[in-house]
Protein backbone atom coordinates (compact mmCIF):
# COMPACT_ATOMS: atom_id res chain seq x y z
CA UNK A 1 0.00 0.00 0.00
CA UNK A 2 3.06 2.57 0.66
CA UNK A 3 6.14 2.95 -1.39
CA UNK A 4 9.00 1.47 -0.08
CA UNK A 5 11.28 4.62 -1.50
CA UNK A 6 9.66 8.42 -2.48
CA UNK A 7 10.90 10.73 -4.76
CA UNK A 8 12.48 13.79 -2.96
CA UNK A 9 10.34 16.84 -5.73
CA UNK A 10 12.89 18.90 -5.67
CA UNK A 11 16.48 19.79 -5.43
CA UNK A 12 17.29 22.15 -2.87
CA UNK A 13 19.14 24.74 -2.66
CA UNK A 14 21.66 26.12 -0.54
CA UNK A 15 22.49 29.74 -0.35
CA UNK A 16 24.76 32.39 1.09
CA UNK A 17 23.11 34.40 3.41
CA UNK A 18 23.68 38.19 4.75
CA UNK A 19 21.67 39.69 7.06
CA UNK A 20 21.63 42.21 9.10
CA UNK A 21 22.51 41.52 12.71
CA UNK A 22 20.06 44.82 14.17
CA UNK A 23 17.33 42.63 12.63
CA UNK A 24 18.16 39.13 13.36
CA UNK A 25 17.87 36.73 15.92
CA UNK A 26 19.39 33.23 15.82
CA UNK A 27 17.52 30.98 17.68
CA UNK A 28 19.36 27.80 19.10
CA UNK A 29 16.52 25.02 19.80
CA UNK A 30 16.55 22.33 22.34
CA UNK A 31 20.58 22.05 22.50
CA UNK A 32 19.44 20.59 25.87
CA UNK A 33 20.96 17.36 27.48
CA UNK A 34 17.79 15.25 26.60
CA UNK A 35 18.36 15.38 22.87
CA UNK A 36 21.68 16.20 22.38
CA UNK A 37 23.74 14.33 24.76
CA UNK A 38 24.41 10.83 24.89
CA UNK A 39 22.76 9.80 28.37
CA UNK A 40 19.78 12.37 27.19
CA UNK A 41 16.65 10.03 27.20
CA UNK A 42 15.85 11.15 23.72
CA UNK A 43 19.11 11.48 22.46
CA UNK A 44 19.20 12.46 19.07
CA UNK A 45 23.02 10.77 17.88
CA UNK A 46 23.10 13.08 14.44
CA UNK A 47 22.87 16.14 17.21
CA UNK A 48 26.44 15.51 18.10
CA UNK A 49 27.46 16.32 14.64
CA UNK A 50 26.13 19.72 14.46
CA UNK A 51 27.57 20.87 18.00
CA UNK A 52 30.45 22.35 15.96
CA UNK A 53 28.83 24.24 13.47
CA UNK A 54 26.38 25.86 15.90
CA UNK A 55 29.26 26.47 17.87
CA UNK A 56 30.76 28.70 15.35
CA UNK A 57 27.55 30.03 13.95
CA UNK A 58 26.95 31.50 18.05
CA UNK A 59 30.68 32.92 18.25
CA UNK A 60 30.00 34.48 15.08
CA UNK A 61 26.44 36.07 16.30
CA UNK A 62 27.79 37.27 19.54
CA UNK A 63 30.91 39.12 18.20
CA UNK A 64 28.25 40.78 15.99
CA UNK A 65 26.18 41.26 18.93
CA UNK A 66 23.05 39.43 17.20
CA UNK A 67 20.50 38.61 19.25
CA UNK A 68 20.59 35.06 20.78
CA UNK A 69 17.60 33.01 22.07
CA UNK A 70 17.72 29.16 23.34
CA UNK A 71 14.61 27.55 23.72
CA UNK A 72 14.00 24.47 26.22
CA UNK A 73 12.03 21.90 26.35
CA UNK A 74 10.33 22.23 29.98
CA UNK A 75 8.18 19.89 31.52
CA UNK A 76 5.92 19.22 34.37
CA UNK A 77 6.16 16.14 35.73
CA UNK A 78 3.21 14.61 34.01
CA UNK A 79 2.97 16.49 30.78
CA UNK A 80 0.89 14.56 28.72
CA UNK A 81 3.11 14.79 25.66
CA UNK A 82 5.42 12.19 28.10
CA UNK A 83 2.21 9.58 26.64
CA UNK A 84 4.32 10.17 23.71
CA UNK A 85 7.86 10.35 24.04
CA UNK A 86 8.17 9.02 27.62
CA UNK A 87 9.43 11.40 30.33
CA UNK A 88 12.05 13.97 29.57
CA UNK A 89 12.97 17.31 29.93
CA UNK A 90 11.72 17.69 33.18
CA UNK A 91 11.33 21.74 34.37
CA UNK A 92 14.70 21.55 36.20
CA UNK A 93 16.66 18.33 35.89
CA UNK A 94 19.59 18.18 34.11
CA UNK A 95 18.36 16.58 30.63
CA UNK A 96 16.39 20.34 30.99
CA UNK A 97 19.82 22.35 30.44
CA UNK A 98 21.59 23.39 27.46
CA UNK A 99 24.38 21.04 26.69
CA UNK A 100 27.94 21.93 28.04
CA UNK A 101 29.54 22.79 24.71
CA UNK A 102 27.04 25.47 24.01
CA UNK A 103 26.17 27.21 27.14
CA UNK A 104 24.32 30.67 27.01
CA UNK A 105 25.74 33.59 27.98
CA UNK A 106 23.87 35.71 30.92
CA UNK A 107 22.72 38.23 27.89
CA UNK A 108 21.02 35.39 26.26
CA UNK A 109 17.32 35.05 26.03
CA UNK A 110 16.10 31.83 27.46
CA UNK A 111 12.73 30.72 26.34
CA UNK A 112 11.35 27.48 28.38
CA UNK A 113 8.34 25.95 26.26
CA UNK A 114 5.79 23.51 26.88
CA UNK A 115 5.00 21.94 23.13
CA UNK A 116 6.98 21.46 19.94
CA UNK A 117 6.46 25.31 19.32
CA UNK A 118 8.85 28.09 20.87
CA UNK A 119 6.32 30.36 20.34
CA UNK A 120 3.53 28.55 21.81
CA UNK A 121 2.58 29.76 24.97
CA UNK A 122 6.23 32.00 25.82
CA UNK A 123 7.24 35.55 25.35
CA UNK A 124 9.28 34.35 22.07
CA UNK A 125 7.20 36.91 19.83
CA UNK A 126 7.54 40.11 22.16
CA UNK A 127 11.16 39.91 22.58
CA UNK A 128 11.61 39.39 19.07
CA UNK A 129 9.20 42.11 18.23
CA UNK A 130 10.76 44.28 21.14
CA UNK A 131 14.17 43.97 19.06
CA UNK A 132 12.59 45.13 16.27
CA UNK A 133 13.70 41.52 14.55
CA UNK A 134 12.58 40.55 11.05
CA UNK A 135 14.79 37.57 10.47
CA UNK A 136 15.36 34.54 12.33
CA UNK A 137 17.92 31.95 11.87
CA UNK A 138 16.78 28.65 13.17
CA UNK A 139 19.65 25.59 14.29
CA UNK A 140 18.65 23.06 16.64
CA UNK A 141 16.74 19.66 16.80
CA UNK A 142 15.05 17.88 16.69
CA UNK A 143 14.31 19.03 13.07
CA UNK A 144 11.40 17.98 12.27
CA UNK A 145 9.29 18.30 15.40
CA UNK A 146 10.62 21.46 17.59
CA UNK A 147 12.76 23.31 14.58
CA UNK A 148 10.11 22.61 11.71
CA UNK A 149 7.31 24.14 14.55
CA UNK A 150 9.39 26.92 15.46
CA UNK A 151 10.28 27.85 11.75
CA UNK A 152 6.68 27.37 10.77
CA UNK A 153 5.69 29.57 13.75
CA UNK A 154 8.15 32.44 12.75
CA UNK A 155 7.16 32.25 9.12
CA UNK A 156 3.37 32.68 10.02
CA UNK A 157 4.65 35.82 12.46
CA UNK A 158 6.25 37.49 9.70
CA UNK A 159 9.88 36.56 9.93
CA UNK A 160 11.93 35.22 7.34
CA UNK A 161 13.32 31.85 8.16
CA UNK A 162 16.78 30.86 7.26
CA UNK A 163 18.17 27.10 8.54
CA UNK A 164 21.42 26.79 8.85
CA UNK A 165 21.05 22.89 7.39
CA UNK A 166 24.52 21.85 9.06
CA UNK A 167 23.26 22.68 12.35
CA UNK A 168 19.54 20.91 12.56
CA UNK A 169 19.46 17.04 13.15
CA UNK A 170 16.90 14.27 13.01
CA UNK A 171 16.70 10.89 14.09
CA UNK A 172 15.67 9.56 10.78
CA UNK A 173 17.45 10.71 7.22
CA UNK A 174 13.88 11.16 5.75
CA UNK A 175 12.66 13.26 8.74
CA UNK A 176 15.52 15.58 7.81
CA UNK A 177 14.78 15.81 4.50
CA UNK A 178 11.10 16.09 4.75
CA UNK A 179 11.53 19.19 7.33
CA UNK A 180 13.65 20.71 4.23
CA UNK A 181 10.85 20.16 2.13
CA UNK A 182 7.99 21.60 4.38
CA UNK A 183 10.71 24.61 5.57
CA UNK A 184 11.13 25.44 2.38
CA UNK A 185 7.49 24.38 0.54
CA UNK A 186 5.17 25.81 3.39
CA UNK A 187 7.63 28.55 4.85
CA UNK A 188 9.32 29.68 2.12
CA UNK A 189 12.54 29.29 4.69
CA UNK A 190 16.12 30.41 3.02
CA UNK A 191 18.43 26.91 3.83
CA UNK A 192 22.31 28.01 4.02
CA UNK A 193 24.74 26.59 6.01
CA UNK A 194 26.76 27.99 9.06
CA UNK A 195 29.98 29.01 7.24
CA UNK A 196 27.98 30.97 4.67
CA UNK A 197 26.05 33.15 7.28
CA UNK A 198 27.48 36.63 7.23
CA UNK A 199 25.98 39.35 10.61
CA UNK A 200 26.79 42.70 8.80
ZN1 LIG B 1 9.17 17.57 24.97
Redesign the pocket.
Known sequence: MFPDHVKIPEKFEVKPARLEASKTALIIVDMQN?FAHEKGR?FVPESRKTIEPIKKLLEKARSKNVLLVYTQ?W?QKD?P?FNI?GE??VAGTWEAEIVDELKPSDRDVLVKKL??DGFYGTYLDDVLRMKKIEKTVIAGTVANI?VLHTAGSAAIRGYEVFIPIDCISALYEFDYMSTLRQATFLYRAILTTHDKIDFI
Request: with cysteine; hydrophobic share 35%; proline share 0%.
Open positions: ALDHDEWHARYC
